[in-house]
């Protein structure tokens, strides 16, 4: 048995900076709250735990008086900052630069619509971190689609202005396109702005490439993360053979019949160390593989 771990998989550099403004802060004996999980991965949260990170809602920011708070990547809308600067808050400001320029289009797109009687519809997840931050720009007067079965909810017969949170599907996004562009009154009056973070976006592919080589492939990443669901589908469509899993210990002995190569994978919030530990734990419970 050979194990390969996917030199692409791991962290993007949004979250790499996230966790890297973290631990300067912590390693300076300071407290430190994250507003929400500054990763959607369970395990790489509960390391950032034992070194004193604080994860918080914002039901209890709002009622904070002071001390540090660190934005994940993911970004906040406008009034999490003047929340802050009412409650004497130290911000530390982690949000991804693919994110804080979406923010600004969607301000923009906004601006330019508004005049026009438009609309401003993203396709993302309702009530992922970055949507709302998103939608926050604009004081929640946007449209959020997660498909195109949600394209019920836009008025065909006025202008619409379509944007994308960062780690969407690039396929979905265009057959989002081409279902306004097929319904608009007027194609001219339809604005469309790739916004998708190719880091992200260019996985795909590599990833499809990647889980057809193997006989096994093991998908490592939160339950909680987005983009850990886009890509794993993308990994079982391109071998049904692949398994999605949090933590070493819901590794499954059958899943390993007869497997020769095992590739190891992962989403853009799950740590290398993760993967790593996984694929130790499939060498020590399954066999002896050369681990490349």
């Known amino acids: 048995m050979l194990i390969e771990i996917d030199d692409k998989s791991g962290f ?11 631990e300067q802060s912590l390693t300076k004996g300071e407290t430190v709250f994250s507003l929400g999980d500054i ?3 369970r395990v790489e949260m509960q390391r950032l735990e034992e070194l004193g990170l ?8 709002e009622t904070l008086q002071g001390g540090t708070v660190l934005i994940r990547a993911h970004g906040e809308p406008p009034t999490t900052y003047e929340r802050a600067l009412r409650n004497g808050i130290r ?3 982690a949000t991804c630069p693919v994110v804080a320029k979406l923010q ?3 301000l923009e797109a906004y601006k330019q619509m508004k005049p026009l009687g438009g609309q401003v519809v993203i396709l993302g997840k309702r009530g992922h971190a970055e949507v709302v931050g998103l939608t926050g720009q604009v004081d929640g007067d946007a449209i959020v689609i997660e498909g195109v079965e949600d394209l019920e909810s836009v008025d065909f017969s006025r202008p619409i202005y379509l944007l994308s949170q960062t780690t969407q599907s690039l396929t979905l996004f265009e057959q989002v396109k081409q279902e ?9 009056s339809v604005s469309v702005h790739d916004t998708i973070c190719r880091q992200v976006a260019n996985r795909e592919p590599h990833l499809r490439e990647f889980a057809g080589r193997f ?8 339950r909680k993360s987005s983009n850990g669901k886009v890509l794993f589908d993308v990994c079982r469509k391109a071998n049904p053979r692949s398994y999605s899993i949090e933590e070493e210990t819901e590794l499954q002995a059958e899943w390993f019949d007869g497997t020769e190569r095992v590739g190891i994978c992962g989403a853009t919030s799950t740590p290398k ?7 130790e734990a499939i060498k020590t419970r399954f066999g002896q593989p050369d681990q490349k």
Not at 54 to 61: Q, W
């Open 12 to 22: 993007c550099f949004g979250v790499v900076t996230a966790i890297g403004k973290a």
């Open 39 to 41: 990763v959607h991965n």
């Open 54 to 61: 604080h994860s918080i809602r914002h039901e209890k920011f």
């Open 91 to 93: 911000l530390i400001d």
């Open 104 to 106: 600004k289009r969607v």
């Open 180 to 188: 306004i562009l097929n319904r608009t009154a007027d194609p001219a």
């Open 215 to 222: 006989d096994t492939v093991i998908f490592v990443c939160g």
């Open 273 to 279: 160390w993760l993967m790593e530990r996984v694929a």
